[in-house]
């Protein structure tokens, strides 16, 4: 391919390619929107790329192989993070030999998502650069800027996108190749990789040097884009607002911040004490502007109404104008469904039948939520629905006690619904306690992933199958039943009765391929068979 090629890409894509380009070793995550394009379209143009049981595990291993010296990508949408922070906080202290970008895909406006949080905080929190593309050119760009910080400072990178930059496709001209010249190798250095206290409070004074240097660094970094205009207003901004930005107000002056933690303050004052008005347009949160006022700066913010959903060209104007009068209700759309056919249907329709209280999880089969089923009765986190389960089963009364049922997928299980099973075990509730796993196969709501229980790696290769009954026997559990609730709705039903009368720990895996994986799982296995 030759230098001057042009490429339409998403900025999932382009972060792929970046990948590609600059030599990552391994790319490991999890799959969640808006994120989970990245890894797949790695593996489709060569690169080594795997999914793991959860964001904790992706970052655990990411970790490992940075230590190692190599290049590594960890992908993840913004509540993954949430997941992963466990490590996040200390790899900042550990640091890395090779370069460790995290890509956390933040969700304003939820489009696929139980909240809209800002992960702008977590680089903050713990100590971590977090870098900020406006477009699909800038996502590659800031990716491999981002290798380069890890591995110049020997600190992990988050790399914070949203929604409307990973999906959207704007044009990109990939740079030169920049691969790494030494090959992974292990070097021993157990005070700045085992972090006991003793090694940990000189590694978090190391890594507040490391942090001040690159903060002096980020004031003449030519990734943070002055553009002089209009003196009167002054506008400071960073990601997809840069966009919105240009387009609603052509004629300010625009501070571009590409760097947002941490920030280059010197340079921020510079700018705001040059123009008569100074704005701050973000999404999200008030990061920017809480941070730039915390400096004694005088900056104007926009209304709180403004701090949910995405941004867009006409609510920038209507934040330029100080308009806070109520915005138009969107149009509504069509709401999401179980597809006609869908196995959970039956699940969701015998659950309702028998007055059942349910506690849900993340999922497509959260969907048993809405009508026509209006079956579910909490939705928290990934893998939740066992401990909120077991919570309801220890404190209601027993007639409402042996209602609760706990309803989980077969991914979000692996994700995070193990230690709840060993829970259930281990501090039963008197009247027991029923786990559904809605086994379809496939990791559905993302675009239909593999997952450890579908016995298949990222690219359909066949590897070990986790085995959710034996699991749950070596747990302990003896209530073990597994049916087909498409073909055996009689008998789900006859299970789901008695499991809810017996004060004995059920677990009923219904296990039905999705209609849309069907296919697909078939051929994998046709191709596995033959090989």
């Not at 799959?31 to 970052?59: C, D, H, M, R, Y």
């Not at 070097?187 to 990789?193: I, L, P, S, T, Y």
């Not at 809810?500 to 069907?518: F, G, K, N």
């Amino acid at each position: 391919m030759i230098e001057t090629e042009k490429l339409l890409l998403s900025g999932n894509e382009a972060v792929a390619r970046a990948a590609l380009d600059c030599g990552v070793g391994l790319g490991t995550g999890y799959p969640g929107t808006p994120s989970t394009e990245i890894l797949e379209n790695f593996s489709l143009l060569g690169g080594k790329a795997q999914w793991a049981p959860n964001e904790k595990v992706a970052l655990e291993v990411g970790i490992g192989a940075a230590f190692a010296g190599a290049r590594v990508l960890v992908t993840m949408k913004h509540v993954g993070l949430n997941v992963a922070a466990d490590p996040l906080f200390t790899v900042a202290y550990t640091g890395v030999s090779g370069a460790l970008v995290i890509v956390s895909a933040d969700d304003p406006g939820m489009a696929s998502s139980q909240n809209e949080q800002d992960n702008r905080h977590y680089g903050r929190a713990a100590g971590v650069v977090v870098l900020e593309p406006s477009d699909s050119q800038q996502a590659y760009d800031l990716l491999r800027e981002g290798l380069e910080i890890s591995h110049r400072w020997q600190v992990p990178v988050i790399l914070r996108m949203t929604t409307r930059v990973c999906h959207s496709k704007t044009i990109v001209t990939p740079g030169k190749k920049n691969l790494p010249t030494e090959v992974p190798h292990f070097k021993r250095d157990v005070a700045g990789r085992v972090m006991i206290p003793a090694y940990a409070r000189p590694a978090h004074r190391k890594l507040r040097a490391k942090l001040a240097e690159i903060e002096k660094w980020n004031e003449s970094c030519a990734l943070n884009e002055v553009s002089e205009k209009d003196k009167t207003l002054g506008i400071i901004c960073s990601g997809i607002s840069y966009m919105h930005v240009r387009e609603a107000a052509p004629e300010a002056s625009i501070l571009k911040l590409t760097i947002t933690y941490p920030l280059p303050l010197e340079k921020i004052r510079k700018f705001v004490d040059s123009v008569q008005r100074c704005i701050v347009i973000e999404e999200g949160d008030p990061f920017l502007a809480q941070c730039i006022r915390a400096a004694g700066m005088e900056v104007e913010d926009k209304d709180p109404i403004y701090r949910f959903g995405e941004l867009n060209v006409a609510r920038v104007k209507r934040i330029l104008a100080g308009d806070n009068t109520p915005e138009a209700a969107p149009p509504k759309g069509k709401p999401p469904q179980l597809c006609v056919g869908c196995p959970h249907r039956n699940v969701f329709e015998t659950l309702r039948k028998h007055e059942c209280i349910v506690a849900g999880d993340i999922g497509c089969y959260t969907l048993g939520v809405l009508p026509p089923f209006e079956a579910m009765d909490s939705c928290v986190c990934m893998g939740a629905s066992i401990g909120v389960g077991l919570g309801l089963r220890h404190v209601l009364p027993d007639e409402q006690a042996k209602k609760v049922v706990s309803v989980i997928g077969d991914s979000t299980f692996v994700h995070s619904g193990i230690t709840g099973m060993v829970e259930m075990m281990y501090n039963q509730p008197k009247t027991g306690h029923v786990l559904m796993i809605l086994d379809n196969s496939t990791t559905a709501m993302t675009g239909l992933q593999e997952h450890p229980g579908t016995g298949r790696t990222l690219n359909h290769q066949p590897t070990h199958q986790l085995d959710y009954e034996k699991l749950a026997n070596a747990i302990g559990i003896e209530r073990v039943f597994v049916v087909d609730p498409f073909k055996n709705m009689a008998d789900l039903e006859k299970i789901l009765v008695e499991s809810l009368e017996c004060e004995d720990p059920t677990l009923i895996i219904t296990r039905r391929p999705c209609l849309l994986a069907a296919k697909k799982i078939k051929q994998y296995e046709e191709k596995a068979n033959q090989a």
